[in-house]
């Protein structure tokens, strides 16, 4: 066993020793050195050793035949080769004796190649030398001839193009270490002029925007003469046109890429202009003075953007606009919300188109100052209606709500042009005659056509379409109709000492401004050049405003009426206790009489005006008829309201009589036609209550009343039952009490048992009909 391990390991380190890089195998050398088997290990590595060298010999035995041919070919190409390189040796003698006049000739084109690029660069060389002394000979003619624009312009040219390109000379350096010396002569020179001329231009500022404004009001009539459409926003227009009309004169300094040198000018120029900005903001008044200076600033920075470079940029002057128009629409809206004078307004409005217009023309947008000109427009209109409600109540107060009498032809015509008018039966009668309203209307009209006109002077130069136009006088004539006059009107009906004729002349008036209504579209549709009938025009709402008043004026008749009745009703002394009449016939109450006089004179007045023919007051008499019907209503409930009152507890069969004499008064009254346009007994339905009830109990005639109730043909059809009850309630009651000895007769008896048979089968027939 331990020879076969033996044999395995040396198998081991031989393979091992033909596997293993040479530099690695002492370690195994001295394994096999360690061990006590290494001469057997000798042997088995000198038998590998044989192995090894048989198989090369059997390789170089199979390789020797290719070996040999390689041999024998390779003595063949050494023979080529030696006459190959003679070849190449002959060859290259004959090519050297013919190169070499060759190589002169290019040696000779060599030197004049060189020759020709020194003559070219020495060329050169002067073409940028020969500008920069033209330039720099140029920049001292410039100088002393004080033309600092061109010189300062030079002078960047020579900076930074020429003395660049000449290269180091010295007399470039001479000229580039003078460069900054000239520089800052040229800018103090400049600043110098520059701070003279601003200085000029703030001492006449006030008059040279004065004198851009009066351009852009010249333009704007030339251009509202070419033209009767209304102007559209101009866009960026004939800048340098303005700029030759006003013929500014400007010492132009050109600083392009030179912002080193002049950003402390920009700084404080900046500083100066926000400084002005905000000296104006502070102390605006909006005079004329103001708005010149703040144009002809923003007229100067647009000359200066235009008529140099580098000094100012578009973004600085856009800045200071935007800064200044902020400025103007905040003073705008304290201004114009303290104001409370629309002639102040309007002119106020004036002066901000004419400063927009100017400026629009030299490219600065003025959107935002129009759109603050649209505010202001609803606070002019607010302050319009302050001014025509005070006027309106000049004119109510003033007026003496009576009919115009006219004399003459004149006079006529006078107040029919002042109002649309026409009345051909009127104008058929003779002078003098009166006119069915009072001054009141010609003057109400005339102030509706002077509000349109104020409203048309705002809107002017707005740069609005005439459909925008008449849609905003449209909307505050509304205004002016639906809440103004509106509240004027109730005023003037509601206001203390208003007697019924001065009622009836404001529903005369009224219907008549009513019917001017349209008219004064009319008017509009001139003034505008917008046709009424235009799709999604607004529409003038006047019509339910003198609607509304007349209606108002119509209530307060009715309530008028009432009231002036209850105190006539108030002097109603009856005597609920008195005795059944003998054969006399009764007269009605005095109170009653008197009232019914008062009626009938009132209500002549409402038929036959003074001065105005019959057939001519049909609405009064419409009214009259309304109003009639309401006093014959609130008489007969005032009367019942009488028979009912709980204070009211004894009713004796005398008083019934006597205030069924007073309803035969007031029947007689309805039945004599106070007004016309009744048809039949129309009035007399407004008593039939009450006519009912004391006909059932004057008559007694309770068996019908029982028997029919309820049926349509019930000849006390308008009797409530529970009225009836009462009433008998109080009769009971002084049947009771006035007759002590009636248990001792028996007529008193009978007749107090059949009250209870009739209030015990009231009661059930109310009980009947309500369950």
């Known amino acids: 066993m331990a020879s076969l391990e033996t044999a395995a390991e040396h198998e081991r380190i031989l393979r091992e020793i033909e596997s ?61 080769a030696q006459k190959l390189k003679s070849q190449v040796t002959e060859t290259n003698r004959h090519l050297q004796e013919n190169g070499k006049e060759l190589t002169t000739s290019m040696e000779e084109l060599r030197q004049c190649r060189v020759q020709q690029r020194n003559i070219a660069t020495t060329i050169d ?56 010396k000239l520089r800052i002569q040229i800018r103090d020179t400049a600043m110098s002029q520059l701070r003279d001329f601003l200085e000029s231009i703030r001492k006449h500022s006030d008059k040279i925007g004065e004198t851009a404004m009066k351009q852009a009001q010249l333009q704007r009539s030339l251009d509202s003469s070419v033209s009767p459409q209304p102007r559209v926003l101009l866009g960026r227009r004939g800048r340098k046109g303005r700029r030759r009309q006003f013929g500014l004169e400007w010492v132009s300094i050109r600083c392009q890429n030179t912002t080193r040198e002049f950003w402390m000018w920009r700084m404080k120029r900046r ?87 100017t400026l629009q023309g030299y490219g600065f947008p003025v959107s935002q100052l129009f759109d603050m000109l649209l505010e202001i427009r609803e606070q002019y209109g607010e302050i319009l209606l302050k001014r025509w409600n005070i006027t309106f109540r000049q004119v109510i107060d003033q007026d003496n709500y009576s009919p115009i009498p006219v004399s003459t032809e004149k006079e006529y015509r006078q107040y029919t042009s002042q109002c649309p008018f026409q009345d051909p039966e009127l104008e058929k009668l003779p002078f003098p005659k009166k006119l069915p309203f009072s001054e009141f209307v010609p003057k109400v009209y005339c102030q509706l056509k002077e509000f349109i006109y104020a409203c048309l002077k705002y809107s002017e130069d707005l740069h609005l379409s005439s459909t925008e136009v008449d849609d905003m006088i449209r909307k505050s004539t509304n205004l002016l109709l639906t809440r103004t006059l509106s509240h004027c009107l109730q005023y003037a009906i509601k206001k203390k000492n208003v007697g019924l004729a001065e009622l009836v002349q404001v529903i005369i008036n009224t219907t008549h401004l009513e019917q001017s209504c349209h008219f004064l579209e009319e008017f509009i549709s001139n003034i505008t050049n ?37 105190q006539f009703l108030q002097l109603a002394d009856y005597d609920w206790m008195a005795a059944v009449p003998g054969g006399e016939n009764l007269a009605a109450s005095d109170y009653l009489i008197d009232l019914i006089a008062f009626l009938k004179s009132t209500f002549s007045v409402f038929t036959n005006l003074p001065g105005t023919p019959i057939e001519h007051a049909t609405l009064p008499g419409k009214v009259a008829q309304t109003a009639c019907m309401s006093s014959c209503k609130h008489i007969s409930t005032s009367l019942m309201q009488l028979l009912l009152d709980p204070e009211v507890r004894q009713i004796s069969m005398g008083a019934l009589h006597q205030l069924d004499t007073d309803v035969k008064e007031c029947e007689s009254f309805a039945r004599a036609g106070p007004v016309a346009g009744f048809q039949g007994d129309t009035l007399l339905l407004a008593f039939s209550d009450l006519r009912q009830l004391l006909d059932l109990f004057t008559q007694w005639d309770w068996s019908t009343y029982l028997a029919d109730y309820g049926k349509p043909t019930c000849k006390y059809l308008r009797v409530n039952p529970h009225t009836a009850l009462a009433l008998l309630e109080k009769m009971k009651e002084t049947s009771r009490k006035n007759n002590v000895f009636a248990q001792f007769r028996k007529t008193d008896r009978d007749r107090q048992k059949l009250i209870d048979t009739v209030i015990k089968q009231l009661r059930n027939l109310i009980a009947q009909h309500h369950t």
């Not at 920069?132 to 002393?144: D, G, I, K, P, T």
């Not at 529409?539 to 209850?566: C, M, P, Q, V, W």
Request: hydrophobic fraction near 40%; charged fraction near 25%.
């Open 271 to 357: 500083k100066m202009k926000s400084q002005e900005l905000r000296t104006w903001w502070i102390s605006l008044q909006f005079t004329a003075v103001c708005i010149s200076t703040l144009c002809c600033f923003f007229v100067v920075e647009d000359h200066v953007l235009h008529t140099t470079q580098g000094l100012v940029n578009r973004a600085y002057v856009e800045e200071l606009w935007e800064l200044a128009l902020s400025k103007i629409v905040a003073a705008l809206r304290t201004h114009s919300s303290y104001c409370d004078d629309p002639d102040l307004v309007l002119d106020l409005k004036n002066l901000i188109v004419l400063f927009a217009d």
């Open 20 to 80: 293993t890089d040479t530099n690695c195998i002492g370690p195994t050398l001295r394994s096999v050195y360690d061990g006590q088997e290494h001469g057997l290990f000798m042997e088995k590595l000198d038998a590998r050793i044989r192995n090894h060298d048989r198989e090369i010999e059997k390789m170089c035995n199979h390789h020797f035949q290719g070996f040999v041919d390689s041999i024998t070919e390779l003595l063949k190409v050494r023979g080529e």
């Open 530 to 566: 917008v046709p009424p009938d235009t799709v999604n025009a607004t529409k003038l709402y006047g019509t339910s405003t003198f609607k509304d008043a007349r209606h108002a004026a119509e209530a307060e008749i009715y309530t008028s009426l009432n009231a002036k009745i209850d």
């Open 125 to 180: 060389k002067l073409t940028h030398c020969l500008p920069v002394l033209e330039m720099y000979s140029r920049l001292q003619e410039q100088m002393r001839a004080k033309r600092y624009y061109p010189a300062l312009r030079t002078l960047e040219q020579l900076e930074q193009t020429c003395l660049p390109k000449a290269g180091q000379y010295r007399f470039c350096s001479i000229m580039a270490e003078n460069i900054p």
